[in-house]
C-alpha cells in the first residue's frame, strides 16, 4: 500500500469487482501489536467513539431517540488519526456521518449523546441532532459536499490571518457525484489554502457500491488539480496515523492543499437498519476489524471498553430531560421592526454603479472581503462596480474561477469566521448554483448550531432586462429567494443612496442578499423634484414614499429596483395619460415585508397595483396583496409583472415581455376602465 501519491497517482491498482475483491488486499494481513503499546490513548478513544455509536443504534431500537443516525462503526479510526495531528484552533468541517469526527476533535461526547436524545444540554441544545453538529472547530451538516467550499472559507480567512491553522474537510468517496466538490478542489487549489481533504472509501455511498457510483481513479481526480495525495487505510494503523500526519504537516507548512485517502469499512448500515449488503463480505471484515483485533488482543483493553461502556450508560441514566422551548426556538436574526417615522431623503449628485463601489469600499476598509469572478482590476467586474478595489484591497479583494456555489459557501466560511463578506454573482440568472449555499448552510446555520453561529454573508447581483442580454441573462428570480428563512433580500434603487445599505449591514449578524438592476447602474441618485416628495419610512432597510405635493393621491403603485426608478421618472407622465394620481411604495426589504406604509397608503387611495419585475404568478405582488387582505384593507387591486415566458434577446420583443413604463400605463388605462365599468365593488 502506498503511503503518497504525487501528481501521477494511479489509484486503478484495486481489482475489478465486489467490494470484497478491492479491499481484501487491505485487510488481510494487517498487524497493529506494536501500534498499540505507543499509540494507547489512540486505541481508546477509537473504543470511546465506537462505544457511544453503539450506545446510539441502542437508544433507537429502544425508541429513546428519533430521526437517523449514520455510525462510522468500523471507521473510527480515521477520524482519530487525522484529529490526532491538529490543534485546538484548526477546524474540521464534516458530513453526516459525523459523530467519530466530533468526539476526535473535541472531546465532547456527553454533549453529543444529549444532543441525539434532543436535550436542551446537547451540543447544539438538541435542535441538530445527529448531522449538525457545531462546536469550536467542528461543524457538520447533511448535503453531500456543502461543507467544502465552506471550509475553503474558513482556510482563506487563516490565510489572511497569517495564522498557521488549517482545515480539515471529511467527505465519502460517495460525494465525488458532487460538482461542488471539484469547486472546492479548484478554489483551494488556485488559492494555495491550508486545506486537507480527507476521503474516506468505504466503499458505498448508502446501498451503491463503489463500481457503480464513482468512475475512474479516486487519487487522480484531486491529483488533476495539481493537489498532493496521500493514501492510507484502517487495517494499516501505523502506516495510517504516519500519513496522516505527513499530509497534516504538509498542509500547515506548505500553506497548500491535500488530498488524504483512506480506505476503510463501515460495520454497520448506513443508516440505522437499512443494510443489504452481502453478510459474507460484512463477515470478512467484521473478522478483520482493527479495534476488535486490539480489543480481543489485550486484556486491559477489553476492560477499559467494560468501564467506557458503563461510564456510557450511567451518564445516559443521569441526563436533565429538558428540552429546548418553542419559545426560545422561534426567533430569527431578520430585522421585522416597522417604524412610522419619516425621513427626507437627499442625495448626492453621483451615479449609481459609482455609489455602491464606494459602499463595497468602505466594507473593504473596515476588514471585510470581497469575492467574485472578473472582479479585479483591471477589468473591475461585468458592470464595473469593483474597479479599483482590488488595486486598493489586494488581499481581501479575491477573483475567482466560474464557481458559484464554490465562492459562496467560501464566503460563508469567511463570514462564520466573524469577517463580513460579499459575494458577487455576475448576473442573478445564476443564483440558482448557489441555491444548496443558501438553502442548505448560510440560512440554517443560525438556528440548527443553537445560535452559536452567525454568518455576515452578503450576495450582491444585478437583476432583471430590458438590455437585451436574452433568456439566461436577464431574468429576475426574486420570487424564488423570498422564500428562504432567516435571509434577508434587500432590493437597492437608484432613488436611495445604496451606501445606506451597505453601512446598514455592516451591523447586521445575518446573511443577506442584495439586488441590484442593470438599469439602475449608470442612473444619477434621485434628485428632488419640485412636484414630488421623497421619504424614507421604518428605518434602515425601510420603504422609501414618493408623494405628490400639489394633488391628492387616488392610486397607490408600489414597486421596487430599477422599475421603480422607471416609474418615479415618469409619475407626472403617468396621471397626464391615465390620469392617476399616484403615491409611488418602494419596497426595499423584499424579505421580511414591512406591508405598513403600503396599508397606510391603500387605505387612503381605495386602490392599490403592485409592479414587480419576474412574473406575477406566486410573485412578490401576491404576497402584498395576501398580507394587505389580511390587514383587513379593501381596495381594489391590481398586478402587472412580466409575462410567464423566457425574455427575448429583441429589444421591442423583450419591452412587450417586461413591465416598462408603457406597459404599466397601458395595464393601469385598461384596469381604471373596468373600475368604472362595475364600480361600488373591490376588484382585482
Not at 113 to 131: F, N, R
Not at 152 to 161: E, V
Not at 476 to 481: A, C, D, G, N
Request: charged share 20%; aromatic share 6%; with cysteine.
Amino acid at each position: 500500500m502506498r503511503t503518497e501519491t504525487i501528481i501521477d497517482a494511479n489509484g486503478a491498482s484495486l481489482p475489478e469487482g465486489t467490494i470484497l475483491e478491492r479491499f481484501r488486499c487491505w485487510a488481510q494481513n494487517a498487524s497493529n501489536d506494536r501500534f498499540l503499546q505507543e499509540n494507547r490513548k489512540a486505541v481508546e478513544l477509537a473504543l470511546l467513539i465506537r462505544e457511544v455509536e453503539s450506545a446510539f443504534l441502542d437508544l433507537f431500537s429502544r425508541g429513546l431517540m428519533n430521526g437517523t443516525v449514520h455510525t462510522c462503526i468500523g471507521q473510527e479510526f480515521s477520524a482519530v488519526s487525522v484529529a490526532g495531528g491538529l490543534t485546538q484552533d484548526d477546524w474540521i468541517t464534516s458530513n453526516h456521518r459525523c459523530h467519530g469526527h466530533f468526539i476526535a476533535k473535541t472531546g465532547l461526547w456527553q454533549g453529543l449523546i444529549d444532543e441525539l436524545m434532543g436535550l436542551a444540554t446537547g451540543v447544539c441544545k438538541g435542535i441538530g441532532s445527529s448531522q449538525h453538529l457545531y462546536a469550536k472547530g467542528f461543524l457538520s451538516n447533511g448535503p453531500q459536499g456543502a461543507l467544502l467550499p465552506v471550509g475553503s472559507g474558513i482556510a482563506q480567512n487563516f490565510k489572511m490571518k497569517q495564522v498557521p491553522n488549517i482545515v480539515a474537510s471529511f467527505i465519502g468517496e460517495g460525494t465525488l457525484g458532487e460538482g461542488v466538490v471539484y469547486e472546492a478542489l479548484n478554489l483551494a487549489a488556485l488559492r494555495s489554502l491550508p486545506q486537507l481533504f480527507v476521503c474516506e472509501n468505504n466503499g458505498y455511498s448508502q446501498s451503491t457500491p463503489q463500481m457503480a457510483g464513482v468512475a475512474g481513479s479516486i487519487p487522480d481526480r484531486a491529483a488533476a488539480f495539481g493537489i498532493r495525495v496521500f493514501e492510507a487505510n484502517t487495517w494499516q494503523l501505523q502506516d495510517l496515523f504516519d500519513t496522516a500526519a505527513a499530509a497534516i504537516s504538509y498542509v500547515r507548512n506548505e500553506c497548500k492543499p491535500a488530498f488524504l485517502l483512506v480506505g476503510t469499512y463501515r460495520l454497520k448500515a448506513h443508516s440505522k437498519g437499512d443494510d443489504d449488503r452481502d453478510p459474507a463480505e460484512i463477515a470478512f471484515f467484521e473478522e478483520k476489524d482493527s479495534l476488535a483485533r486490539l480489543v480481543s488482543d489485550c486484556p486491559s483493553l477489553g476492560q477499559a471498553q467494560s468501564a467506557v461502556r458503563e461510564t456510557i450508560a450511567a451518564h445516559i441514566e443521569s441526563v436533565d430531560n429538558t428540552r429546548i422551548s418553542a419559545a426560545d426556538y422561534r426567533p430569527d436574526q431578520l430585522p421585522r421592526k416597522s417604524g412610522a417615522k419619516s425621513v427626507a431623503v437627499s442625495n448626492e449628485r453621483v451615479r449609481m454603479v459609482q455609489a455602491i463601489n464606494q459602499g463595497l469600499e468602505k466594507v473593504l476598509a473596515d476588514g471585510g472581503a470581497l469575492l467574485g469572478e472578473d472582479i479585479c482590476d483591471p477589468y473591475g467586474g461585468a458592470f464595473k462596480v469593483t474597479k479599483g478595489l482590488s488595486t486598493k484591497f489586494p488581499d481581501q479583494v479575491i477573483g475567482s474561477p466560474i464557481s458559484e456555489a464554490g465562492i459562496a459557501g467560501m464566503g460563508a466560511g469567511l463570514a462564520l469566521m466573524g469577517r463580513e463578506s460579499y459575494v458577487e454573482i455576475m448576473f442573478g440568472d445564476f443564483m440558482t448554483n448557489i441555491f444548496d449555499q443558501l438553502i442548505n448552510n448560510v440560512s440554517k446555520f443560525h438556528h440548527m448550531y443553537a445560535f452559536q453561529a452567525s454568518v455576515p454573508l452578503r450576495i450582491r447581483t444585478p437583476m432583471g432586462g430590458k438590455r437585451g442580454y436574452g433568456p439566461t441573462h436577464s431574468q429576475s428570480l426574486e420570487k424564488y429567494l423570498l422564500g428562504i428563512d432567516n435571509l434577508l433580500v434587500l432590493a437597492a434603487t437608484s432613488l436611495e443612496d445604496p451606501r445606506q445599505l451597505t453601512e446598514a449591514l455592516s451591523g447586521y449578524p445575518g446573511p443577506a442578499i442584495l439586488l441590484e438592476n442593470k438599469t439602475d447602474y449608470g442612473r444619477l441618485l434621485w434628485q428632488d423634484k419640485p412636484d414630488l416628495t421623497l421619504k424614507k419610512l421604518g428605518g434602515d432597510y425601510g420603504s422609501l414614499v414618493l408623494s405628490p405635493t400639489r394633488r391628492q393621491p387616488n392610486v397607490t403603485l408600489v414597486s421596487y429596483g430599477g422599475t421603480a426608478r422607471e416609474l418615479a421618472d415618469k409619475l407626472e407622465d403617468l396621471f397626464v395619460e391615465t390620469d392617476c394620481v399616484a403615491e409611488l411604495i418602494v419596497i426595499t426589504r423584499l424579505h421580511p415585508l414591512d406591508i405598513t406604509p403600503i396599508t397606510r397608503s391603500a387605505s387612503r387611495t381605495g386602490t392599490l397595483v403592485v409592479v414587480e419585475d419576474g412574473s406575477c404568478p406566486f410573485g412578490i405582488g401576491a404576497e402584498v396583496l395576501a398580507q394587505v387582505a389580511e390587514a383587513g384593507v379593501a381596495a381594489n387591486v391590481c398586478r402587472i409583472g412580466a409575462e410567464p415566458v423566457p425574455i427575448p434577446s429583441i429589444g421591442e420583443l423583450e419591452h412587450e415581455m417586461l413591465p416598462t413604463y408603457e406597459r404599466v400605463a397601458q395595464r393601469l388605462r385598461k384596469f381604471k376602465d373596468d373600475l368604472r365599468a362595475t364600480p361600488g365593488t373591490p376588484r382585482s
